[in-house]
């Protein structure tokens, strides 16, 4: 099945500084990768997701980018802020009924 | 407001009794599905159901049962649960396609002693 990896597990960044967190997965089948913004406590929520036809998608302060060829996917966030400090999580649909398989969740830590 | 509701939000119990997390929503989405959050081990699928009686096994369905009888409600059952599935269980609906553009409920700590 799919293999979805993220990395870094645990990126600290000034407040300001831009953020990349970077997920590669295994299935070159793969055509839908979303990403995910955990805050404690509550459930995770989608914040950008990306079709493999497309190589990039802004939304604001948010991006995320695909390259298919090296199988690996990115979400950028500039300008961060405090409440940017979450666990994101990535994903990548996969096999029978387009199902997701999630990474482990990076944890970003915005300092002020 | 869209929404899926999860309840409980936190459950204490002991190994062997039955026990049901009741999971709804109010979007009219065909696509729902349970996940199992754990320390280190990210977010990983017990079941999901395309439509109305169907249902179908995710990554790690063992100890789990489900049902989808109407479509607002996909409630997860545990027939004899054990401490391993000590955990904490997020249900999510869609309007698309299987997992695209998942709306995840606010979880259910569960402690299986």
């Known amino acids: 099945g799919e293999n979805v990896e993220q990395h870094p597990s645990t990126l600290s960044v000034q407040e300001g500084d831009s953020a990349v967190i970077k997920c590669t997965y295994s299935?070159?089948?793969?055509?839908?990768f979303p990403w995910y913004k955990q805050e404690l406590g509550k459930g995770p929520q989608l914040i950008i997701d990306?079709?493999?036809?497309?190589g990039e998608k802004k939304d604001q302060r948010i991006a995320v980018t695909l390259n298919k060829t090296a199988k690996h996917f990115s979400l950028h966030i500039t300008e961060t802020q405090p409440e940017d400090s979450a666990v994101y999580f990535c994903a990548a649909s996969t096999g029978r009924n387009n199902r997701l398989a999630f990474g482990k969740g990076n944890q970003v830590v915005v300092i002020p | 407001e869209a929404q899926v509701t999860q309840n409980p939000r936190y459950l204490i119990t002991v190994t062997g009794k039955k026990l049901t997390v009741t999971c709804s929503q109010n979007m009219n989405h065909e696509y729902m599905s349970w996940y199992r959050q754990d320390p280190g081990l990210g977010l990983r699928q017990i079941y999901y159901s395309m439509n109305v009686e169907v249902t179908d096994k995710g990554d790690v369905p063992e100890g789990y049962k489900v049902s989808r009888k109407e479509k607002r409600n996909f409630p997860l059952i545990l027939e004899s649960p054990s401490p391993n599935q000590t955990s904490l269980y997020f249900c999510?609906?869609?309007?698309?396609?299987?997992?695209?553009?998942?709306?995840f409920g606010s979880g259910t700590q569960l402690s299986v002693l």
């Open positions: 299935d070159s089948a793969s055509n839908y």
């Open positions: 990306i079709r493999s036809n497309v």
């Open positions: 999510a609906s869609s309007s698309g396609t299987a997992g695209e553009k998942l709306l």
